[in-house]
């Protein structure tokens, strides 16, 4: 007889979007995507972090500043975004992102254009903004799906 207690398809794809934002730098807020085809496959992951090439040991990870150039909003990649950069396959059209943060609206952008159809997000903690909210609309207006993972509560713990 065969395991029952084995992890669902949205828990392992959310699982790895999550272990994927503990690469983050990012000292506030870790973020990870992970983008599935319809076939169960990954073909891509990212997280929240500076370009490639440029040091985030120079650039700041700071929420708050009086000058904006010495805060991070102007200079991190979503892991949205690195997602669909990171992909070196043909397409994404009909993939879903699965991602621990619901995205912004520039990600939202990049999504659309990318061709994903769905969505899979664990927390919405920013639903309430005016980005967010932009966010939603354009991607209902694409015809993307929505759809956030409740939390299980299930504890999974391995050893490196």
Known sequence: MKRQDYISWDEYFMGVSILSGMRSKDPNTQVG?????????????GYNGMPTGCSDDELPWDRTA??????????????ELNAILNHAGPSLRG???YVSLFPCS?????????????????D??????????????MLNMAGVRL??????????????
């Open 124 to 137: 919405d903690k920013y639903a309430d903004t005016t980005d967010v909210i932009a966010s939603k609309k």
């Open 106 to 122: 520039n990600c939202a952008k990049a999504i659309i254009q990318s061709g994903i159809r769905e969505v899979v997000y664990q």
């Open 66 to 79: 009086d000058d904006p150039l010495d805060t991070k909003y102007l200079y991190v990649c979503h892991a």
């Open 95 to 97: 993939a879903t992102i």
């Open 33 to 45: 995507a992970c983008i599935v085809s319809e076939d169960h496959r990954i073909l891509s992951m």
């Open 147 to 160: 759809r956030q993972l409740p939390l299980s509560h299930r504890h999974i713990e391995f050893d490196l």
